[in-house]
């Protein structure tokens, strides 16, 4: 048995709801999380006590259940994705579990919304979409964090071309992930890492 189905093995098992929308996504091709890294945003949240989350890039709403079944009473997090016939699936979701009061789903690009965003002194900001625009993102998501807040990227890895020999053959989405790797690890605003969580997972905390 290798270390990640050992580590698997011995957790619990997620949300019922959670295992729904984890096949389904499966099912119908849609990108999600992997499960490791959604056990990662819920600690996140728990530990934090996050009471408001941004997340750019919703498909089904899978990251968005692992972190809102985390939330304290109070919190909120407030989800992009122009893509609504996705994101009325990740309503459904959401309802089931008792927490679309605590989630808006607002259908826009990220790079619509980002430069008039009204939240600020956010907790998370929680990167997984257009990976050409990731560095647009940072750029734009930083600012609206508190001191101490997290940024966290998925995808960082990209399926393991992140880290192979530069070719000619790379697509659009290896070199703007390889880009922004060296942007975000020397980002002065940020005490920035990845880890290699799920498809490589970026975590950077606001210390300017």
Not at 24 to 53: C, E, K, W, Y
Not at 121 to 147: G, H, Q
């Amino acid at each position: 048995m290798g270390e990640l189905e050992y580590l698997e093995r011995i957790q619990h098992e997620p949300h019922p709801l959670v295992l729904e929308l984890e096949q389904l996504g499966q099912r119908d091709g849609i990108p999600i999380v992997a499960r490791s890294t959604g056990r990662f945003l819920s600690t996140l949240v728990h530990a934090m006590q996050a009471n408001r989350i941004l997340e750019l890039g919703t498909a089904y709403g899978y990251s968005t259940l692992w972190m809102a079944l985390a939330l304290p009473p109070a919190g909120r997090i407030w989800t992009v994705d122009p893509d609504r016939g996705r994101t009325a699936i990740a309503a459904r979701f959401l309802a089931r579990a008792g927490k679309a009061q605590a989630v808006d789903i607002v259908n826009q690009p990220a790079l619509d919304i980002l430069p008039t965003f009204p939240q600020r002194n956010l907790d998370i900001v929680f990167i997984d979409a257009v990976k050409t625009e990731y560095e647009a993102y940072l750029e734009l998501a930083v600012p609206l964090l508190k001191r101490s807040g997290l940024v966290i990227v998925d995808n960082l890895l990209w399926h393991g071309q992140a880290a192979a020999d530069p070719s000619p053959a790379d697509s659009a989405e290896t070199k703007a992930i390889r880009a922004f790797n060296r942007v975000f690890l020397s980002d002065s605003r940020l005490d920035a890492t990845i880890l290699p969580l799920g498809d490589g997972t970026g975590v950077g905390a606001r210390v300017l």
